[in-house]
C-alpha cells in the first residue's frame, strides 16, 4: 500500500476521476494484525455517492468471520490489558501522528466511500487524529482511590477495562465514529472489533492497518466488512463481547439491546435525532440563518444531531426565511471530490427515502419554500442527490417535525412565547442536541436547563467539542461518548478492602 500512501490529494483526485477507481484499497478484513480473506469468499461492490457507480469491491463477512475477529480480540485483550498505561499513551499519540501524516490518503477515500465533500472528509479525519491524541493523555491517569472505612482497614478501588468491545459504525461518519469508540477503548485497555457500514468499509480498514503500523499489537482491532445481518448480528450476541457500542437507527438499536441482553452485555446507543434549532425574537437574524443553513446541510443533512428543526419566534421568522431561503438556494452541490458546498447522499436508498419524507409532506399540502426534488452532479449528471429543503409553517404533530428525515430537509415551526417554544423544543421521541439564539442570557440558561438534549448550545448551533460529552435521551439513545465520560463504558470499578 505504500505508493497510494505516498500519492497527494490532487493525484488521488485526478487518478480516481481517470480510471474510476484508486489504486491499493483494503479487500479482505482485518483481522490478527492482517488482511484476510472472507471464509465464504464472498465480496460486496462499494458505490461511488457521487456517480452511482461501483468503485471497488470488498469481503463480505459472515458468523465465521466474526468468530475469528472475536477470538484475535480475546486474545489481544490480554496482551494490551497488560500493557504499561505509559506504553499505551506513547501508542495513541502515535496514531495521532500517522493519521496525520496520512490525511491526505484517509480524507480523499472518506469523500469518495461516504459522498461528503472533501472539507468535510478532512474535517473529520482531522477531529479523528485529535481524538486519539485526547485519549491518549487519558491512558495513563484512569485511577482509582483509596477509601477510608474507619476500621483501620484498607480500602481501595480499580479501574479495569471491561474485555473485547464491538463498534458498529454507520455510513454518515465512518472515521470519527468509528475513532470516538476504539480510542477510548483503547486508552482504557481494551480490544474491539470494528463492524463498518457496508457502504463506507475503507477507512476503518484502514485504520486498523494503521493502528498496528503505530505499535498496537496483532489482534487488539479487528476490522470485519459485510452486511448488518451477516456480520452485525452475530458480533454483537457474541458472548465474549462485553461491551457494545452502536450508531444508527432507533428500530436498529432496538433490535441490538434485544440481541445483548441475553449476554447482559454493556451498550452504549447513540440513535435517531430531531434537533431543534430555537430562535427567540431577539436574536441577530443573520447568525439565525446562517447557524440554521449548516445545522441542516452539513453533509447534507445525514447527521444524528443535526437542526432538523428550526423553532422560530413569528416576529423573527420572515426576515431570517428570507435569509435563509436566499442561502440554501445559493449552495452548490456536486461530486464531494470537487469540493462544493454539499456532496452526495450516500445511497440510491435512503435518496428514496428522503425523497419518500418530502412527497408525502407535499401531498398533505406542506408549504416547500424552496427544494423539494432529487437532483444530479450538474458536472456529470449522476450521483444521488437532494436539493437543499426547506418547509414552512408545521405543525407540531407533522410527520416532518417528528419522524427522522436524515437529509437535507428543514422543517421550520413558530412560537410566541418561551413556554410554547420549550414545548415545541421537547415535542418529539428524541433528545439529542438542541441549539439556542438570544441575546439575553437568563433565558438563554432557562432554555438550556429545561431543554430534554445531551448537548445544548447558545448561539452556535456546533460549538462543541470533542472534550465535551456527546449523547442523547429518550429515542436518542443513551450513554456518552467523547469526553472524559466517554471512557466510562470501556472501565468498571473493582473494590478490594485489606482486612488488619
Known amino acids: 500500500m505504500q505508493r497510494?500512501?505516498?500519492?497527494?490529494?490532487?493525484?488521488?483526485?485526478?487518478?480516481?476521476?481517470?480510471?474510476?477507481?484508486?489504486?491499493?484499497?483494503?479487500?479482505?478484513?482485518?483481522?490478527?494484525?492482517?488482511?484476510?480473506?472472507?471464509?465464504?469468499?464472498?465480496?460486496?461492490?462499494?458505490?461511488?455517492?457521487?456517480?452511482?457507480?461501483?468503485?471497488?469491491?470488498?469481503?463480505?463477512?459472515?458468523?465465521?468471520?466474526?468468530?475469528?475477529?472475536?477470538?484475535?480480540?480475546?486474545?489481544?485483550?490480554?496482551?494490551?490489558?497488560?500493557?504499561?498505561?505509559?506504553?499505551?499513551?506513547?501508542?495513541?499519540?502515535?496514531?495521532?501522528?500517522?493519521?496525520?501524516?496520512?490525511a491526505d490518503r484517509l480524507t480523499v477515500i472518506e469523500s469518495l466511500d461516504s459522498g461528503k465533500t472533501l472539507a468535510e472528509a478532512q474535517g473529520d479525519v482531522a477531529g479523528a487524529a485529535r481524538l486519539f491524541e485526547y485519549y491518549a493523555g487519558a491512558a495513563d491517569k484512569l485511577d482509582g482511590r483509596s477509601v477510608n472505612l474507619g476500621n483501620g482497614n484498607a480500602a481501595f478501588t480499580l479501574r479495569e477495562p471491561v474485555g473485547v468491545t464491538a463498534h458498529i459504525v454507520p455510513w454518515n461518519y465512518p472515521t470519527s465514529t468509528l475513532v470516538r469508540g476504539i480510542a477510548p477503548a483503547l486508552a482504557a485497555g481494551c480490544s474491539a472489533v470494528v463492524k463498518p457500514a457496508e457502504t463506507t468499509p475503507f477507512t476503518a480498514l484502514m485504520i486498523g492497518e494503521l493502528l498496528l503500523r503505530a505499535g498496537v499489537p496483532a489482534g487488539v482491532v479487528n476490522v470485519v466488512t459485510g452486511t448488518g445481518v451477516e456480520a452485525g448480528a452475530p458480533l454483537v450476541t457474541d458472548p465474549r463481547v462485553r461491551h457494545v457500542t452502536f450508531t444508527g437507527s432507533v428500530a436498529t438499536g432496538v433490535g441490538v439491546m434485544q440481541n445483548v441482553a441475553p449476554n447482559v452485555t454493556g451498550l452504549t446507543l447513540e440513535l435517531g435525532g430531531k434537533s431543534p434549532l430555537v430562535a427567540f425574537a431577539d436574536a441577530d437574524a443573520e447568525a439565525v440563518a446562517e447557524g440554521a443553513l449548516w445545522a441542516i446541510f452539513s453533509n447534507s443533512g445525514q447527521i444524528c444531531s443535526a437542526g432538523s428543526r428550526l423553532v422560530i419566534h413569528r416576529d423573527l421568522h420572515d426576515d431570517v426565511l428570507e435569509r435563509l431561503v436566499k442561502k440554501a438556494q445559493g449552495l452548490r452541490f456536486g461530486h464531494g471530490l470537487r469540493n462544493p458546498d454539499m456532496g452526495a447522499v450516500n445511497s440510491e436508498r435512503h435518496l428514496e427515502q428522503i425523497a419518500g419524507h418530502v412527497e408525502r409532506a407535499r401531498a398533505r399540502g406542506v408549504e416547500i419554500v424552496t427544494g423539494g426534488n432529487k437532483a444530479m452532479d450538474p458536472e456529470t449528471g449522476k450521483g444521488w442527490f437532494y436539493e437543499p429543503t426547506i418547509l414552512d409553517n408545521l405543525s407540531a404533530s407533522d410527520d416532518a417535525v417528528t419522524q427522522e428525515i436524515f437529509g437535507p430537509v428543514l422543517a421550520v415551526q413558530t412560537f410566541e412565547s418561551e413556554e410554547e417554544a420549550l414545548s415545541l423544543a421537547n415535542g418529539t421521541d428524541f433528545a439529542l442536541a438542541a441549539g439556542i439564539y438570544t441575546r439575553d442570557m437568563p433565558t438563554a440558561l432557562r432554555m438550556a436547563q429545561r431543554v430534554d438534549a445531551g448537548q445544548v448550545t447558545v448561539n452556535d448551533y456546533w460549538a462543541g467539542g470533542i472534550e465535551l460529552p456527546f449523547g442523547g435521551n429518550r429515542k436518542s439513545g443513551f450513554g456518552r461518548e467523547k469526553g472524559l465520560e466517554g471512557l466510562d463504558a470501556y472501565t468498571r470499578s473493582k473494590s478490594i478492602t485489606l482486612a488488619v
Open 4 to 102: 497510494g500512501r505516498m500519492m497527494t490529494s490532487d493525484r488521488m483526485i485526478s487518478s480516481y476521476f481517470e480510471t474510476g477507481t484508486l489504486p491499493d484499497l483494503p479487500r479482505g478484513h482485518f483481522i490478527d494484525g492482517a488482511f484476510v480473506a472472507a471464509d465464504s469468499g464472498n465480496r460486496m461492490e462499494s458505490f461511488d455517492a457521487g456517480t452511482g457507480e461501483a468503485f471497488a469491491d470488498f469481503a463480505a463477512g459472515t458468523a465465521a468471520d466474526v468468530d475469528r475477529a472475536v477470538t484475535s480480540a480475546a486474545k489481544g485483550f490480554e496482551v494490551w490489558r497488560n500493557t504499561p498505561p505509559a506504553r499505551r499513551c506513547a501508542i495513541l499519540n502515535e496514531v495521532a501522528r500517522l493519521m496525520r501524516a496520512e
